[in-house]
Each structure stands twice: as structure tokens, then as C-alpha cells.
Nanobody, 124 residues
Framework: QVQLVESGGGLVQAGGSLRLSCVAS????????TGWFRQAPGKEREFVAAISWIGANTNYADSVKGRFTISRDNAKNAAYLQMNDLKPEETGVYYC?????????????????WGQGTQVTVSS
């Protein structure tokens, strides 16, 4: 069983930055693709970014391209989401997800394990 713990959320003004972290409970995290998803109040969860298990491939939602960067540090069993120039409509709960030998898909079904989420609030 893989446990994922997100951190780094908080309150930030529009245009500001946050860096989210996702730490996994297993040493074989380097065999898992990692994805970030978010869910705004009253809306369905949506894909934000993903990175393949090798780390060579990244995938971003069109709305965040050029502003968000996903990365991973396998030595720390961790993945990160650097978010710059945040917008109020990006307020929501951000979830980390992991899928074995994944290529960085935007589909939720590609991920087997999910964290509890971290709240990001962007004020206008």
C-alpha cells in the first residue's frame, strides 16, 4: 500500500507562487508516475500536471502551461508542483496521485493511489 502525503498549500494572493510537495511512503516510488489534480468548490476534480515514472515525460493541462512545473526527487520519494502566477479560479484542493510505471497520463484511472489533498486558496 502506498501512502501519499501532500503539503505546501496555503493562502496566496493572485499572481503569487506556491510549491506543493508529495511524499510517498515507499522506497520504490521511482517506479511510479505522479500526477497532480485539483478540485474547486462545487466542481469535478481536474488534471493539472503529471510526470512519468522515469521522469523524462511531463504533461500539463493547457491552463497551467508556462506557469506550473512538475518535478520529482526519487532519492526523497517525493514529487513537487511549483505554481507561479496563481489565479483566484485555481483555488481548490490539490491532490497527488501515483500510478505504477505510468507515463504521465491525465486520466484519473491511470493512478492507483491518492493523497488526502492540500488546500490552495488564491485571493483576488
Amino acid at each position: 500500500q502506498v501512502q501519499l502525503v501532500e503539503s505546501g498549500g496555503g493562502l496566496v494572493q493572485a499572481g503569487g507562487s506556491l510549491r506543493l510537495s508529495c511524499v510517498a511512503s515507499i522506497s520504490s516510488f521511482n517506479t511510479y508516475a505522479t500526477g497532480w489534480f485539483r478540485q474547486a468548490p462545487g466542481k469535478e476534480r481536474e488534471f493539472v500536471a503529471a510526470i512519468s515514472w522515469i521522469g523524462a515525460n511531463t504533461n500539463y493541462a493547457d491552463s497551467v502551461k508556462g506557469r506550473f512545473t512538475i518535478s520529482r526527487d526519487n532519492a526523497k520519494n517525493a514529487a513537487y508542483l511549483q505554481m507561479n502566477d496563481l489565479k483566484p479560479e485555481e483555488t481548490g484542493v490539490y491532490y497527488c496521485a501515483a500510478g505504477r510505471y505510468g507515463l504521465g497520463s491525465e486520466r484519473e484511472s491511470s493512478y492507483n493511489y491518492w493523497g488526502q489533498g492540500t488546500q490552495v486558496t488564491v485571493s483576488s
